[in-house]
């Protein structure tokens, strides 16, 4: 007899292989099932598209007929291999030139000019550690979702004076009470510790419990940043879990804009207090920047060789080869649209204020008929060394899937040391975003994990080596920077795609069909030297701020 799962009743287990979360979810949910459900495997590693290994891991965690299951797989299947001259396949470009079995050469890792450690492609890219045990993205992923101690709170809303702040704890231990492990907790403000202390509690295993945290508030915290974070070491003395909640006040989160001396401007001048002007050659900006225009495209030349170009409209990233197998051909391509058509532009003044208003038609790479309008708004406030911008991206008769969507720039190669306060140090994405945790960070792009998108980006500074640059300003963004070959490419997101695993979709798609206008906003600060505002000079400039190698 079959439940109304269709499974045996006569198994001893049930060993479903690679259900979706709604699959899994649902067998949770079947009453008629009676034995252990433990998944074969429920969430596979290919290249780094890991989609949803958390939201299925709380499914798991939610249903005491699951008793778990297994990630594909451990370690990539690879070799290290001299090219000596040979051609070497990107699986990244296209996916389905390497056949199995096949003699020819994978270049899935790089070592040297001469060394690759191959994987064949997709037949054995798939393990959360490279071949030669070096952890991947997935692999940190991994440890923080299989955590035996959880804090689901990310951000808690604090008043002024002394106070006890709960958070919820679930011990997910099977028999360990959390009177065993150790917790400490960090008060940092503007990134500088104001208190810190051990924290106690008693939760019996597979239970949930309050962490109690005693914190004294000060009208600091509607200027500045207040994070707390915790470090969990086990009865071992091993570091298990490490988490951050971001403190706000009753008022709601910090405007970095309106703190650095003025709110974004996001909308046009009022007409009746401007006055059209002629099309600058150049402005002013700051005190030794200058913005010129050429070819109906700007730059910003900050010192003798630092230069932001643009603009240009981002609908993509490298895909992985989970991407490549699922969405197949369907992906816009290459990331960043560069051929347009300039429909209008015009310039208005305001006393110290420039407006310069464009539209553009950006065509698709390789489909001139497929279009998306750019409708770009600056203010440019020179005494200041501010660009207030504001944008619309309208998509016009398109099709297929973007898997990033906002505004983009290009940068010199030597604008290439990012700082930043907004969820790091590692790259996020929907449905893989368990390791990115809010706090102020520093990359450059021989870090690892230097190139992706982050979240929840208040400011991100990107200069030289003597801090000449600029800084972006906004409100909880996905800010986006990437080396590509001699430049550096940055990235305003409006929209970001999942990941998808191997065999599914992920789970967040950008049919760009189905976008009808996406806008967004944000401030460019031109950055001199050590001449910064006093804000960003407090958290960047007078002292190191952590970098991802530390």
């Known amino acids: 007899m079959k439940n109304l799962a269709g499974l045996p009743s006569e198994l001893d287990i049930y060993a479903p292989h690679y259900r979706t979360a709604k ?21 596979h590693a290919l290249d780094i598209a890991f989609d949803g290994l958390d939201e299925k891991w709380e499914i798991i965690q939610k249903y005491p007929q699951m008793a778990g299951g297994m990630i594909w797989v451990w370690s990539d299947q690879g070799l290290y291999r001299k090219v000596n001259g040979r051609e070497v396949i990107d699986s990244y470009v296209d996916i389905n030139t390497l056949q199995f079995p096949s003699k020819s050469l994978s270049g899935d890792v790089w070592i040297d000019e001469n060394t690759i450690m191959d994987s064949h ?13 070096v952890p991947q993205l997935d692999y940190w992923q991994a440890r923080k979702v299989y955590s035996p101690v959880k804090i689901p709170e990310t951000e808690k809303t604090v008043k002024l004076g002394k ?109 009746s207090q401007v006055s059209p002007s002629p099309f600058p050659q150049a402005i002013e900006i700051g005190k030794r920047a200058k913005m010129t225009f050429k070819d109906d495209r700007f730059s910003i030349q900050i010192a003798s060789n630092a230069t932001v170009q643009g603009p240009f409209v981002r609908v993509g990233r490298k895909p992985t080869m989970a991407e490549r197998r699922t969405l197949k051909n ?164 409006l929209k970001v795609a999942g990941l998808g695993t191997k065999g599914e979709l992920p789970r967040l798609l950008i049919p760009i069909q189905e976008i009808d206008k996406a806008s967004g906003s944000f401030r460019i600060i031109v950055l001199e030297g050590n001449n910064y505002p006093k804000l960003l000079s407090e958290f960047f400039v007078e002292r190191n701020t952590p970098s991802a190698s530390d």
Request: proline share 4%; hydrophobic share 35%; with cysteine.
């Open 23 to 43: 699959e899994m979810m649902a067998l949770g949910e079947e009453e008629t099932l009676d034995k252990p459900i433990i998944h074969t495997e429920y969430n």
């Open 121 to 133: 492609g997709q037949y054995g890219t798939d393990g959360i550690v490279y071949a030669n045990r």
């Open 163 to 271: 106070q006890n702040l709960e958070l919820t704890c679930l011990n997910r231990y099977d028999f360990i009470d959390l009177k065993e492990v150790s917790i400490k907790w960090v008060l940092k403000i503007a990134d500088k510790i104001a208190a810190q202390a051990q924290a106690s509690l008693q939760v019996a295993p597979h239970d949930t419990g309050q962490l109690i945290i005693p914190l004294s508030i000060t009208k600091k915290i509607e200027q500045a940043e207040h994070l707390l974070s915790m470090v969990v070491t086990d009865h071992n003395g091993r570091q298990i879990y490490e988490h951050v909640v971001h403190l706000v006040p009753e008022s709601g989160p910090m405007d970095y804009a309106a703190l650095l001396g003025a709110s974004l401007r996001k909308t046009k001048m009022d007409e």
């Open 330 to 493: 369907q992906l816009w391509e290459p990331p960043l649209l560069c051929q347009f058509q300039v429909l209008k532009k015009d310039c208005y003044r305001s006393g110290a204020e420039i407006m310069l208003n464009y539209e553009y038609d950006f065509s698709r790479s390789d489909t001139s008929s497929q279009k998306i309008k750019l409708q770009l708004r600056m203010v440019v406030i020179d005494k200041q060394g501010w660009i207030d911008v504001a944008y619309d991206l309208t998509p016009l008769g398109c099709k297929d899937y973007v898997q990033e969507f906002g505004l983009a720039f290009t940068l010199s190669e030597n604008l290439s040391h990012v700082k930043w306060l907004g969820d790091g140090f590692y790259p996020a994405y929907p449905f893989k975003s368990e390791l990115a945790v809010r706090g102020f960070y520093s990359m450059e792009p021989q870090d690892r994990y230097f190139s992706g998108n982050r979240m929840n980006v208040d400011f991100a500074l990107i200069t030289d080596a003597k801090n000449n640059g600029i800084g972006i300003v906004g409100n909880s963004e996905n800010i986006c920077w990437e080396k590509d070959q001699s430049r550096i490419v940055l990235s305003h997101n």
